[in-house]
């Protein structure tokens, strides 16, 4: 395990990885939420924003080049569907049954039950900001704004 964990971050350093770890940082930084938990709770969501796809949408226009990646790892796992939207979306659905399944927790409440809402909030602002200026966020599929960031923390609460 020790080696495979240093391959992958050496890996993970060569490449970046985007605002699911930007963000997790600043829920480790701040609240003491371990990394790999903070991704898992983040994950489907972090998916959603980088695609443009809700639960809601049935087609989009001029799709991002992420969505046919999203897509493809849904078909490599099994998850695939009949179109790409449908397959992202099936994809998140599965991040999500897979979270139920070991006991993970689905948002920040959970992970971190003696966090207030007041807490949570006051804090949101700076952790946007960190997490616009960290190493990860530049390779994100979608660059995002300040805003967008807080709207993610707020999602996740």
Not at 126 to 138: F, G, K, Q, V
Not at 145 to 152: F, G, I, P, S, W
């Amino acid at each position: 395990m020790h080696i495979a964990a240093c391959l992958a971050g050496i890996a993970f350093n060569s490449v970046s990885l985007g605002i699911c770890h930007s963000i997790a940082h600043q829920l480790g930084a701040q609240f003491h939420i371990p990394h790999g938990k903070a991704n898992a709770i983040l994950l489907p969501t972090v998916i959603s924003y980088n695609t443009g796809i809700e639960s809601h949408t049935m087609s989009i226009t001029d799709p991002a080049p992420c969505v046919y990646k999203y897509a493809k790892l849904a078909r490599y796992i099994g998850v695939g569907s009949y179109n790409d939207i449908a397959s992202v979306k099936t994809l998140i659905n599965y991040i999500d049954e897979l979270r139920i399944q070991m006991n993970v927790p689905r948002c920040i409440r959970e992970a971190a039950p003696g966090l207030t809402k007041d807490e949570y909030m006051h804090k949101i602002e700076a952790m946007a900001e960190a997490a616009i200026n960290d190493s990860c966020t530049p390779t994100n599929p979608r660059v995002p704004k300040k805003q967008e960031v807080v709207d993610l923390f707020e999602k996740i609460f």
